[in-house]
């Protein structure tokens, strides 16, 4: 080739080599005035309030914020939460892994239909969901007579705030598992399945360790949701006091009689719960992309050797 012939040849290349260093330096700003105002987004609706609460939480001083959490409705509210919470989250992991196996490896006809209303939480109000309940199970619901009749109670007690809790918090699981086990594919399961492994076996060795991640991050944004529900829980759970108060309905009644800071203290535990989350969320992240990354070194490695 001649000269001329490779300098024509290598002109475009450094002519986009130098439109690409250009464009990301022109760039450079936008990237810094959108990082700055996101980080400034958090600041004012994430960072500021969770500090202004364990403030006020801690304002009249340590003895004042341990009597509000010990006493006997905020005693009560914290193990009703945890009772809920202890019921609804394994449920809904039981129901995510069967919704999403019979959703990612299985053709049937419906299942754009299932998937839809395994998203319903997410659409309803979770008020309506609660006058749902006592519509059916209520006084004058459909079940109502009946229930009465054999002196069993699930509006106004604990099983209609249990069942308003699995409602709101049943897609956590199933959605992150959903898209996870349909990228993955059947290929597995089927070469297990091929070596003679039963069912159980191809789900306990080979389905569950490529969707532990997934199921881990559904499972704690599940109970995160299931410990601080307000709305489904309000209406099913008439406000008793000492008896059907969880932890978010015990901070209202708190506020409502201008206790501050005993509300506050309460509300500490929740916002204390969603710090927790979210640490809880980033170290499965970091985990997640390291184990990702040592896999693929393994791969290259093999195919080096």
Same mark, same amino acid.
């Given at each position: ?19 690409s ?9 936008? @990237? ?11 600041? &004012?609706?994430l &960072? ?7 403030r ?13 959490l010990?006493?006997?409705? %905020? ?9 809920? %919470?202890?019921i ?14 019979? #959703?990612?490896?299985?053709r049937f006809r419906?299942?754009?239909?299932? #998937? ?5 939480p ?6 309506? %969901?609660?006058?749902?309940?006592v ?18 109670s699930?509006?106004?007690?604990v099983?209609?705030? &249990? ?7 049943? !897609? ?5 598992? #959903? ?29 569950l ?27 099913v759970?008439?406000?008793? @006091? ?5 932890? !978010? ?12 800071a ?7 535990l ?9 640490v ?21 490695r093999?195919?080096?050797?």
């Amino acid at each position: 080739m001649s000269d001329s012939g490779v300098a024509n040849a290598v002109a475009p290349a450094f002519t986009a080599a130098a439109v690409s260093r250009r464009a990301v330096g022109e760039g450079a700003w936008l @990237r810094w005035a959108l990082t700055g105002l996101a980080l400034l987004f958090l600041a &004012v609706f994430l &960072v500021v309030p969770l500090v202004l609460v364990f403030r006020e939480a801690f304002s009249k001083g340590w003895d004042v914020y341990l009597a509000a959490l010990t006493e006997p409705d %905020a005693w009560h509210a914290i193990k009703l939460t945890l009772i809920a %919470a202890a019921i609804a989250v394994p449920l809904n992991v039981i129901f995510g892994i069967a919704a999403a196996w019979g #959703i990612s490896k299985f053709r049937f006809r419906g299942k754009q239909v299932l #998937i839809t209303l395994i998203d319903l939480p997410f659409a309803v109000s979770p008020v309506i %969901a609660g006058l749902i309940y006592v519509l059916v199970f209520g006084s004058r619901g459909w079940l109502g007579p009946w229930l009465e009749a054999h002196d069993l109670s699930i509006i106004y007690a604990v099983p209609g705030i &249990v069942l308003a809790t699995i409602f709101v918090t049943f !897609p956590f699981v199933a959605r992150e598992l #959903i898209p996870l086990m349909q990228e993955q594919g059947v290929s597995h399961e089927e070469a297990a399945l091929t070596l003679g492994a039963s069912g159980w076996q191809t789900f306990r060795r080979v389905t569950l360790p490529s969707i532990k991640w997934g199921l881990l991050y559904g499972v704690i944004l599940c109970n995160a949701r299931a410990m601080g529900e307000f709305g489904a829980v309000s209406v099913v759970s008439g406000h008793i @006091r000492g008896k059907t108060n969880t932890l !978010p309905l015990h901070v209202e009644i708190l506020y409502n009689e201008y206790q501050f800071a005993a509300a506050f203290a309460v509300a500490s535990l929740l916002a204390l719960l969603a710090v927790v989350t979210l640490v809880a969320k980033s170290a499965l992240e970091f985990k997640h992309q390291r184990d990702r990354e040592r896999s693929a070194r393994a791969a290259t490695r093999q195919e080096e050797l």
